[in-house]
């Protein structure tokens, strides 16, 4: 078991961002498409994903690839995976699917009978008469697109945006692996001011704060592959005590937040908290047409409320306008608001996006604009 494929799934969009962390991480070989990015591990590599990754949804284990155009040949190659090498005896067993432009178009069935022929396997190979289902959850994922399937185990349970620090969050929360993706996709460095006027409950304050101090943002949950026998606890401890062992010391960076809303402001700092970096972020509460930037230089990465689930498009304007009137001839800044609402580059006239990048933030489609400001000087 030296050598295992690994997949990790990501929001559209957001593929090249992760590469660039495998990249960082030691895996320069991977080869991606939509939504996910594969590559060749090894099973110690499993807790450092899970726990290191910021723009990834989560970390599959890939168990085999092949072509699916019936039932009978679905059932034959399922039965052919060695399940009994990762999922143990008393596993309960739960088989998730999807199809997509396949001849086999009935997910239930598909799930049905790669969970059929996975239970077969096992009970021949680990010579049980029956599974019981009474021990740890493992979830296997059938993917079939185009007459092929995908089978996989999820090593991380809940998905990875889920990091545990987030109490409050407002009525349209931006999820945090997106957060983590826009500050990664900026200008914004550990050395320059990073500025959210309209933070909210704090989740892209909290995430550049974790990327600034280099804090894994898995370090506060728990991930599903800590209970398969087949991996090695140690590598766990391991993996948590070398990213703890990574953390930069406190109070050096320039983070600063502002909104509206007073229990808004309250949410943010309680997040802070509760993610360790309440020393690293300077949030109050401030109307953004109040606003004064500090310094002449900085980049703004914010996501409004875009209409969606916070009031109509129409009621924006005065917003916008107020972006508008702060940034416009601050080009010392560079600025990049997520929105959902196509009409924000009417509003804010310091010139044309430099670049639009369409993301999703759940099932919303958004666009990403990204204007540019002057470099500082050094």
């Known amino acids: 078991m030296n050598k295992i494929r690994l997949i990790v799934t990501c929001g559209f969009g957001l593929e090249a ?17 939509d939504g996910r990015v594969e590559f060749d591990a090894c099973p110690q590599d499993i807790p450092r994903l899970n726990l290191r990754l910021r723009a990834a949804d989560r970390v599959l284990l890939k168990l085999g690839e092949f072509p699916a155009k019936d039932f009978g040949q679905l059932f034959d190659r399922t039965r052919q995976l060695a399940w009994e090498t990762w ?11 999807k199809c997509v432009r396949s001849r086999l178009a009935s997910v239930r069935s598909c799930q049905s009978i790669v969970k059929k022929a996975l239970v077969e396997r096992m009970g021949e190979r680990l010579g049980a008469g029956w599974l019981p289902e009474t021990g740890e959850e493992f979830t296997v994922q059938v993917s079939i697109l185009k007459d ?3 089978l996989t185990l999820d090593t991380s349970g ?3 945006h889920k990091r545990g620090y987030r109490a409050g969050a407002g009525e ?11 500050v990664l996709l900026s200008f914004w ?11 909210g409950s704090g989740t892209i304050l909290i995430e550049a704060a974790l990327i600034g101090r280099n804090i894994a943002p898995g370090l506060g949950r728990e991930f599903a592959a800590e209970k398969w026998p087949a991996l090695d606890p140690e590598d766990w401890r391991k993996a948590r005590m070398d990213a703890r062992a990574e953390i930069l010391p406190a109070g050096t960076l320039k983070i600063f937040g502002s909104d509206i809303d007073e229990e ?14 309440e020393d690293d972020i300077v949030c ?3 109307d953004i047409s109040q606003l004064e930037p500090p310094g002449p230089y900085g980049v703004v990465v914010t996501n409004p409320p875009y209409g969606i689930n916070l009031g109509s498009p129409a009621d924006l304007g005065p917003l916008y306008k107020a972006i508008d009137a702060v940034f416009r001839e601050r080009q010392g800044w560079s600025v990049y608001v997520l929105t959902a609402d196509k009409k924000f580059p009417d509003t804010f006239r310091r010139g044309k996006p430099d670049k639009v990048r369409k993301l999703f933030n759940g099932t919303i489609e958004v666009n990403y604009y990204q204007y540019f400001g002057e470099r500082p000087p050094k």
């Not at 999922?87 to 699917?97: E, F, S, Y």
Request: with cysteine; proline share 5%.
């Open 17 to 33: 961002v992760v590469k660039r962390e495998l990249l960082a991480l030691g895996f320069p070989d991977t080869t991606g498409s």
């Open 87 to 97: 999922i143990p005896v008393d596993a309960r067993i739960t088989v998730t699917g």
């Open 148 to 150: 092929v399937a995908q």
């Open 158 to 160: 809940n998905g990875l």
């Open 172 to 182: 349209a929360p931006l999820r945090e692996n997106l957060a983590a993706a826009l």
């Open 189 to 199: 460095d550990s050395g320059r001011v990073l500025l959210d006027p309209m933070c």
């Open 264 to 277: 808004r402001v309250r949410d943010c700092r309680m997040n802070a908290r509760r993610a360790g970096v």
């Open 284 to 286: 109050e509460r401030r």
